[in-house]
């Protein structure tokens, strides 16, 4: 019995011991902090804040009040002021605001919060005790398609009172003066601190194992720190407890910081039931600013935040700047430093986005400061500019080429940070959380990982952001809801629907999404007074267009929405399709050749002016555009250029081939000449911003593979990109270059573009202090014999289906009658796998596979390529490199493509129980070719052994084309009785409907 009363007088000793070493910490100045709450009624009444509406003026009884009469409320009503309620309401003047409190002599910190008033840059003057203590205050960030400011304004400052009240002035320049909150908190001793980045406890701190708590956490071991900080009894040493769990959360390599925070939170709230002591409060600000900026922050770009939040991503990380920024506020508290990392971070990825020097000097600022103490931290080391292999390279086997293994690496590279985000960082809906229409930016390097290595993961990534984002809200019948200029309306579509018409081949879905966007053009184009059909617009919606000055104009970044309808034209030539894309570059063509305001000619103009077609029409130049944004300016032309080269492809007139010509010359020209200081618009500095632009060697390599002229060779190997001078030079030391190019941007700093990645449309295949964007380009010709140009139209010779990533390949020469390609099996046995044809002429082919030493043959054939996208299953030896020869040895009649085209889908079948043990199978079938079909049959196939029994058929009669831009589609069912197995539906399987292509007429299903 004794011994249990001497264990229970231990255990009452402890607690009045922790509990007094509590209250020792605590030697205010002022014993509480003051909290007001502007602009809101006594019948909303927020925890610890005193309401101060427009009325509640200053008496010595009450201790607090306005100074200022002629004040007016705020009311903020979006749901993410729930976050915050103090941000809810406010009070403006259009004069100065004062305010008055009584508040004891000594130091504090004060907190202001004010409404975000019309500018991104507040400038004016607040004061306290007639003092200055903010003049002005930057925005981390604004919306760049408005004018909008930021939701509100946070700061905190350090203040010293000298008298026994405190004096609050506020007066906004250029705008209304308002203040929605303040908060005073005392500034008293620690007992825990951080001084030069380590933390100290004095004296009287006291908790078991604290010392060796505190020294594992300042040598970064947090795992073995918290094994003895989650021993401390919270009962006994909960203040202790929550400072240490605080240490550790401060320290950067604790990977899961909110987690501890949230708990010492959760912590210093019930304590501060029992104790309002400064310090608690002090510490529970700076976790509770932590977690907003932390949650916040990671809200990103998600839509769902559209709903329950009713802001969005530029709002969010302005939002997590303004908190963190506080945070650093709070001088040695164990979080500060973390806080300085995080704020660093805010700035870096909004530099990066918007290029803003201010920003990438602060970041800087910060990421210097933490990296005092963290000299070998890998991450941060990225962040200011380090290059560091992020992953280790994958091993050279000797028997490999170089080029091979450089391209492999280069290809899994690429891939791998696909992975990454399909894996880790998409939703079911297809989003990556850095907002819809900059999503979808990502997918223009992803192509490769489709036409070299055939990945499913890419593919199901792409489907599921190119079907998310159709069914979004963001989307209205073919385009984008939401009114915007070009540059960001046309991105929800054309970065998505178009390209999969090629990497989806045949699939009905993406044709007529794409028909949906052509149905559009009346809308947004037009014939005007000169005969021209031009945009008259470039802010337009699926619904509206803006032709109010200077939006009224056409600029060459129209061919973004011009991609679903080029994309069209190549798959069916439907005939409205060709016939816009006729008059429109027709009309750019002849608005090159003009020489107005100084323009040489075949030079791309800015702007052309709809209504009377005037080059530039709102400025005396003909390269600044006057449309608000440097990117409607010149700056090449090439999106114009390579729209040429496609009407080219289209309708083999070589007109549109001398605007590239003509820019060539004007290169040539200048080429090697002092170019610097040229006067704006002339012939040399156009010239110059040619040369500059990686865009234009991108079109010239496509020119070059197009046409085959070698008129400008001698310029091109100089000026090129790297593959182009290896065709015309046969120099693999350009292949390895542009190789070694993506792998220093794929392997280097790869946590930059993958787990610390914020601003999706930056996730980009380059070094993000500078520097050109790699993406894919160099991988896209040395696979597919030509680059894709994001998309812009399927320019490549071929793609490969079956080898995955176990080959290494070079298209040495290509031509719509023959092609040489350079190939090797990476694997240690032998593979099969497919050479898809995309440029080949219909005719009868010679393949040969020869050992590029000996040059003697190893395998020879003949095939027939009748269609598009016509396949060659071939097979690869082990580990040795040959050379594949396929030449044209008889010319069959061009493709017909003004053809019917049956079309079913797998993710349009649907299958219903029914009584009885029945089960209906219902599919639509589709014309997506541009002539009728009829007597269409469609069989229902029952796998039975090695054989596919029919069981049902259906009869169409027929299927009308869909010239009117309409979808075409009849829905066939079938009852069948519920029996396990493998089915196939089955149109058209005897080929009595001449078609585009057969590889959309069966799908293949279970029940089970």
């Not at 430093?337 to 290029?355: D, G, S």
Request: glycine share 6%; with cysteine; net charge positive.
């Amino acid at each position: 019995m004794k011994s249990y009363i001497f264990f229970f007088t231990i255990i009452f000793c402890i607690i009045l011991f922790a509990q007094k070493n509590i209250t020792a910490q605590t030697n205010p100045t002022q014993s509480t902090s003051l909290h007001f709450n502007f602009g809101s009624t006594n019948q909303i009444q927020l925890k610890s804040y005193s309401n101060v509406d427009t009325k509640t003026f200053y008496n010595d009884k009450r201790g607090y009040g306005l100074l200022t009469k002629q004040v007016f409320p705020i009311k903020k009503s979006k749901k993410w002021t729930d976050l915050i309620p103090a941000l809810k309401s406010g009070v403006k003047s259009e004069d100065q605001i004062k305010f008055k409190t009584k508040i004891r002599p000594g130091e504090y910190y004060i907190e202001i919060l004010m409404d975000g008033g019309n500018t991104g840059h507040w400038q004016g003057k607040i004061k306290i005790n007639d003092s200055l203590i903010v003049n002005e205050i930057y925005s981390f960030t604004s919306d760049p398609e408005s004018d909008q400011p930021p939701d509100y304004w946070a700061v905190i400052k350090k203040i010293k009172v000298r008298k026994n009240n405190l004096l609050f002035s506020i007066q906004a320049a250029n705008q209304l003066s308002t203040i929605l909150a303040l908060s005073i908190l005392p500034i008293v001793k620690s007992k825990i601190n951080l001084v030069d980045g380590k933390i100290t406890a004095d004296k009287n701190f006291f908790a078991p194992n604290y010392k060796l708590s505190i020294n594992l956490i300042n040598k970064g071991n947090i795992k073995e720190a918290l094994r003895y900080i989650d021993a401390i009894p919270e009962i006994m040493f909960p203040y202790q407890k929550a400072k240490l769990l605080l240490s550790a959360a401060g320290r950067l390599e604790t990977e899961n910081p909110r987690q501890l925070i949230e708990n010492a939170l959760r912590i210093l709230s019930d304590l501060e039931n029992k104790d309002n002591s400064p310090e608690i409060l002090i510490d529970i600000k700076t976790a509770e600013l932590y977690i907003y900026a932390d949650q916040i922050f990671k809200s990103g770009g998600w839509d769902w935040t559209k709903e329950y939040t009713q802001s969005g991503i530029f709002n969010h990380i302005n939002f997590a700047g303004m908190a963190f920024e506080e945070m650093t506020k709070f001088e040695n508290h164990p979080l500060q430093l973390r806080a300085m990392y995080e704020l660093a971070k805010v700035c870096y990825w909004n530099w990066v986005e918007q290029n803003n020097d201010l920003l990438i000097e602060k970041a800087d600022k910060y990421f210097k400061l933490v990296k005092k103490y963290y000299p070998g931290n890998k991450i941060l080391n990225m962040y200011l500019g380090e290059r560091i292999v992020s992953v280790d390279y994958p091993p050279k086997d000797t028997r490999i080429p170089q080029w091979a293994y450089l391209e492999k690496k280069a290809l899994d590279g690429v891939t791998d940070i696909i992975h990454y985000w399909v894996e880790n960082r998409q939703a079911e809906n297809g989003e990556f959380g850095g907002k819809y229409d900059d999503d979808v930016e990502m997918m223009r390097w992803w192509p490769i990982s489709r036409i070299a290595a055939n990945d499913s993961v890419t593919l199901l990534g792409m489907k599921r952001l190119v079907d998310g984002i159709w069914k979004s809200k963001w989307i209205k019948n073919g385009w984008s809801r939401r009114l915007r200029d070009v540059e960001h309306s046309s991105e929800p579509i054309a970065d998505t629907q178009p390209m999969m018409i090629g990497f989806d081949y045949g699939n009905p879905v993406y044709i007529e999404r794409c028909m949906q966007t052509l149905n559009k053009i009346n809308l947004w184009t037009g014939i005007n007074l000169k005969k021209h059909r031009h945009f008259k617009s470039s802010w337009y919606s699926a619904t509206a267009i803006d032709t109010t000055s200077p939006k009224d104009c056409d600029v060459e970044m129209n061919t973004r929405t011009v991609k679903a309808i080029r994309w069209l034209a190549w798959y069916n030539r439907h005939p409205l399709a060709m016939k816009f894309l006729r008059e429109w570059t027709d009309a750019w063509y002849d608005d090159c050749m003009r020489t107005d305001k100084g323009k040489p000619k075949g030079i791309v103009p800015a702007a052309i002016r709809y209504k009377d077609d005037e080059i530039c029409g709102y400025t005396d130049n003909w390269y600044d555009s006057g449309m608000f944004w440097g990117y409607y300016n010149f700056t090449g032309g090439t999106k114009m250029l390579k729209e040429f080269l496609v009407s080219y492809l289209l309708f083999r007139d070589k007109k549109y081939l001398e605007p590239v010509d003509l820019n060539l010359q004007l290169v040539n020209k200048y080429f090697g000449k002092n170019l610097l200081n040229s006067k704006p618009g002339s012939e040399k500095w156009t010239a110059n911003i040619l040369l500059q632009s990686n865009n234009f060697r991108e079109t010239i390599e496509l020119w070059r593979l197009i046409t085959g002229d070698p008129k400008y060779d001698e310029l091109i190997k100089m000026i090129g990109s790297d593959y182009i001078k290896f065709r015309l030079t046969n120099n693999e030391e350009y292949l390895k270059q542009g190789c070694k190019n993506i792998i220093d941007n794929s392997y280097v700093d790869r946590e930059l573009i993958t787990t610390e990645a914020y601003f999706t449309d930056r996730v980009e295949i380059r070094n993000l202090r500078g520097g050109p964007d790699y993406g894919s380009t160099h991988l896209e010709s040395m696979y597919a014999g030509s680059p894709l140009a994001n998309a812009f139209y399927p320019f490549q010779a071929i793609s490969w289906r079956g080898f995955g990533n176990n080959f290494a390949a070079i298209v040495l020469d290509s031509s719509p009658h023959n092609l040489k390609i350079r190939i090797i099996n990476l694997r240690k046995n032998e593979i099969n796998g497919s050479i898809v044809f995309h440029q080949l002429e219909n005719g009868k082919y010679k393949f040969k596979l020869t050992s590029p030493d000996s040059g003697q043959s190893e395998s020879e054939s003949t095939f027939e390529v009748r269609r598009r996208n016509s396949e060659l299953n071939i097979f690869l030896p082990a580990l040795r490199e040959k050379i594949i020869n396929i030449t044209q040895i008889e010319k069959y009649p061009s493709e017909n493509f003004e053809l019917a085209d049956l079309a079913i889908t797998k993710s349009e079948l649907k299958l219903t129980d029914l009584k009885n043990g029945k089960i209906a199978v219902s599919i639509p079938i589709h014309n997506i070719g541009i002539r009728d079909a009829e007597h269409v049959e469609i069989s229902l196939l029952l796998k039975q052994g090695n054989r596919l029994k029919e069981i049902d058929r259906k009869i169409i009669v027929k299927l009308k084309a869909p010239l009117d831009l309409l979808a075409k589609v009849k829905k066939i069912e079938f009852i069948i009785s519920k029996n396990t197995g493998i089915y196939e539906i089955r149109i058209d399987e005897n080929s009595t409907v001449d078609e585009i292509t057969k590889l959309n007429n069966k799908i293949r299903f279970s029940i089970n």
